[in-house]
């Protein structure tokens, strides 16, 4: 096992529980394994994490930034999508210390990704709790939000499309497609119909008066749709 010692010198805390923190890095699939680890996974302080990382972000978003509402939702997107986190998590080797079973262990992928970006929420849940609401603030804008520049100047910052098809990736592991469903007027002001689709289920729709256009549509209708199940 892993010295979290070293952990908490990489992330600058030291924890007064260290069962939260040794949690917050517990896989499900390491409990499969080993029936007898005293600890929860980390999914329930994943769950809270979450929360504490949208707020900051938002918080210091919506302070800093005079952009529309779709712009600032695209840049905390950019910020804290599994993609970023995993990044993150590298930089402070998070991977070292996550119990995780044989099988995932060995999964280097997009799965592998996903764990990491994960255990970064449930280690700031695990903050959060452990010394409360500014400390886990502190960190967020230290490792997290410290990002944004380099998003910004990166020009990483997605668009509904760019960002539809990463959060299905993420959530179901494939690529969503667009279908013209239907199209009407002049061809001096056509407006076009188009539904976007993962496998074969209709996600969303949207219109313009381009194709392109309906398809940025049906996209910030799915992520609608995505954040509503």
């Keep these: 096992m892993a010295d979290l010692n070293q952990l908490e010198k990489e992330i600058n805390l030291q924890f007064n529980d260290r069962n939260l923190l040794q949690s917050s890095l517990t896989h499900r699939s390491y409990l499969n394994e080993n029936r007898s680890w005293p600890l929860a996974h980390n999914e329930r302080l994943e769950f809270l994490g979450d929360a504490v990382l949208e707020l900051v972000t938002t918080e210091y978003l919506y302070r800093n930034f005079p952009n529309p509402e779709g712009e600032l939702t695209n840049l905390r997107s950019a910020l804290v999508n599994y993609k970023m986190l995993s990044e993150i998590a590298a930089s402070i080797s998070l991977d070292k210390y996550i119990m995780l079973s044989k099988g995932e262990a060995r999964d280097l992928g997009r799965a592998r990704q996903v764990i990491l970006a994960n255990a970064m929420e449930s280690l700031i849940g695990a903050i959060y709790l452990d010394a409360g609401f500014k400390v886990a603030e502190g960190f967020i804008n230290q490792f997290v939000i410290s990002r944004l520049e380099q998003i910004v100047a990166g020009g990483k910052v997605l668009d509904p499309k760019s960002k539809f098809q990463e959060l299905t990736q993420e959530k179901m592991g494939?690529?969503?497609?667009?279908?013209?469903?239907?199209?009407?007027?002049?061809?001096?002001?056509?407006?076009?119909?188009?539904?976007?689709?993962?496998?074969?289920?209709?996600?969303?729709?949207?219109?313009?008066?381009?194709k392109q256009e309906a398809e940025i549509s049906a996209a910030e209708n799915g992520l609608k749709s995505w954040d509503e199940q």
């Design 174 to 210: 494939v690529t969503p497609h667009y279908k013209v469903l239907a199209e009407w007027g002049p061809d001096h002001n056509k407006q076009f119909e188009v539904g976007v689709f993962v496998q074969d289920k209709q996600m969303a729709k949207g219109t313009g008066s381009s």
